[in-house]
């Protein structure tokens, strides 16, 4: 392990960290995993793939005016057409890197069509299972350079923070507890996303928000937190049943891709109904219309399936049929039962146009970052993207800032884990979910509190911030919908959060 204060230090596996810590080469950088490199991320769950406009009847204005569309205005118009941009080239250095995409007979790359894209421009590898290539790639590459030192099962559990407030290195915390502090001049988190807040989700469970805790604790700034796109059509397995309850279960859900539906599978409930039929868009209409057309006929007692026997789902989604098959299911011949379930957050650290958050030393990237693109509901695909993206503009910002010689000072106990991750899991999905109201909002905040004085821990921390946003935002917007408040209200506005809100003994600073 490396202890010089002139380190970069990237937290997270998935394309978000190795992407920037592949671009930061060859500045050293110590990149720390919680999970052994190349498992546990959702990037190598990622199925549909890769937003860029390279399509003949495409530019890269029609892929900013859908990605705006989604946002449902609160997506920054130049953040927008900054990164969209930058897709072809992200596309490029994915090639280069040895990115196996899947390509038309002429040798092009293959175009699909996913919901809310007016044009084919998802690049996508091996059918649908772009996440598992670009990251095997991505790990190749990290692995074999020499100036990035990879310590796998570490868990970042603080940053460290000298007396101006600015980050000097972080703590890590390994698997028997023993905590140590590693001196950095950059901390970049890339720690994903929020799912496994959630009962029902499609994120490994260990996506739990921890990045937004410890940069919350380090005084940074959180933007927009109450937006959480719930997928549409996670596949409902006996470990998630389709209950009355609909509480979910312990493991995530295995997603059925958009890209099916972009392919011509159909949405039914259990009577036989074509319920999409009267949704402007119907299949096709944004993944928030969506999942709540669903999530009504659910409430109503009805089951929901995604007939996708006409879409040679076998042969273009083999990572579909295969996740079918291991639960029992032929989607060949059989229509895939499906149920909403929490699969990206569009909140996160607020960063600026080079990733930096509000705190000096502390930058963000991928889906721990709200960095203006995704708005209210991200337009499928445009998430490995925006990780691409940034990934180049914040390596370029840190290897041009100035390398500070921070002196990290002891770190403190690490936070206790949490003894009530099931009761959270629960309440999420129930009090938080693809349909909210204030009672509800109300009560689970009272509870997340007590957890959180109780435990301290990440998970009460985090999902206490998303709920206290949620019942804060009285209106309806992308992916947060109030039945008290259906309607969106007439200015666009984002939210802010920071630590404040919650104990202020959890702020420790470097002396
Ligand atoms: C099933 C599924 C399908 C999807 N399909 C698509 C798609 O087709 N296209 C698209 O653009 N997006 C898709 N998404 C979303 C996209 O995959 C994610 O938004 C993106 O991969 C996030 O990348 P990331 O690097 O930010 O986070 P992740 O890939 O989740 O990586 C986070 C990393 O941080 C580590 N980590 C977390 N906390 C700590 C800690 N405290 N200390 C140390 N390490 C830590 C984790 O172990 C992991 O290595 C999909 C998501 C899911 C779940």
């Known amino acids: 392990m490396r202890h010089s204060p002139e380190n970069i230090v990237v937290v997270g596996g998935g394309v978000a960290g190795l992407a920037t810590a592949l671009r930061l080469a060859p500045l050293p950088v110590t990149l720390i995993v919680a999970a052994p490199l190349g498992a546990e991320a959702a990037t190598g769950w990622a199925q549909g793939g890769i937003a860029a406009a390279l399509g003949d009847d495409d530019r890269p204005d029609y892929h900013a005016i ?12 130049e953040v927008a057409r900054r990164i969209v941009a930058a897709a072809p080239g992200a596309i490029d250095w994915l090639v280069q890197l040895g990115t196996p995409f899947d390509r038309a007979p002429d040798g092009a790359l293959a175009l699909g069509l996913e919901a809310a894209h007016s044009r084919r421009r998802i690049v996508h590898a091996g059918g649908d299972g772009t996440g598992r290539l670009v990251l095997e790639t991505l790990v190749k590459a990290a692995r074999a350079c020499p100036t990035i030192a990879v310590i796998e099962d570490v868990r970042a559990s603080e940053l460290l923070t000298d007396e101006a407030g600015t980050v000097r290195g972080i703590a890590l915390r390994d698997r028997a507890g023993r905590v140590t502090g590693l001196p950095a001049r950059a901390v970049v988190l890339a720690t994903g996303g929020l799912g496994g807040l959630y009962a029902s989700t499609t994120n490994p469970l260990g996506a739990v928000g921890s990045g937004l805790a410890l940069a919350a604790r380090a005084g940074a700034m959180l933007r927009d937190l109450e937006f959480v796109q719930f997928h549409p059509t996670a596949i409902v397995t006996a470990a998630n049943p389709a209950g009355a309850d609909l509480l979910g279960g312990p493991a995530p859900m295995p997603l059925a891709t958009e890209a099916l539906r972009g392919e011509g599978a159909k949405l039914f409930n259990d009577r036989g109904e074509r319920f999409m039929m009267e949704v402007p868009g119907q299949e096709l209409a944004p993944r928030d219309v969506v999942a709540r057309a669903i999530f009504a006929q659910n409430a109503a007692g009805r ?11 076998g042969r273009r989604f083999p990572g579909v049929a295969a996740l079918c098959r291991a639960h029992g299911l032929d989607p060949a011949h059989q229509p895939i039962p499906v149920r909403p379930a929490a699969h990206y957050h569009m909140g996160g ?4 146009d080079c990733g930096r958050s509000s705190v000096a030393g502390l930058w963000a990237c991928g889906e721990v970052a709200s960095t203006g693109l995704h708005g209210a509901n991200r337009l499928a695909s445009n998430s490995l993207l925006e990780a691409l993206a940034y990934a180049e503009w914040i390596a370029a910002d840190i290897a041009g800032s100035e390398a500070g010689a921070g002196i990290a000072r002891a770190p403190s106990p690490a936070p206790v884990g949490s003894s009530a991750r099931a009761e959270i899991r629960a309440l999420m999905d129930s009090h938080v979910g693809v349909v909210r109201e204030a009672s509800m909002l109300d009560a689970a905040v009272q509870r997340l509190g007590e957890l959180n004085a109780r435990d301290g821990d990440d998970l009460s921390l985090v999902a ?43 702020v420790r600073q470097v002396a």
Do not use: Q, W, Y
């Open 66 to 77: 859908d990605t705006l569309k989604a946002g449902a205005g609160l997506s920054e118009p």
């Open 303 to 313: 089951h929901v399936v995604l007939d996708a026997r006409r879409t040679d789902v």
């Open 349 to 352: 650290i607020n960063v600026d």
């Open 464 to 506: 206490r911030m998303v709920t206290e946003a949620a019942l804060h935002r009285t209106e309806s917007r992308g992916g947060h919908f109030r039945t008290d408040h259906p309607a969106p209200a007439a200015l666009a506005r984002h939210s802010e959060s920071a630590l404040a809100a919650a104990r202020p003994t959890h």
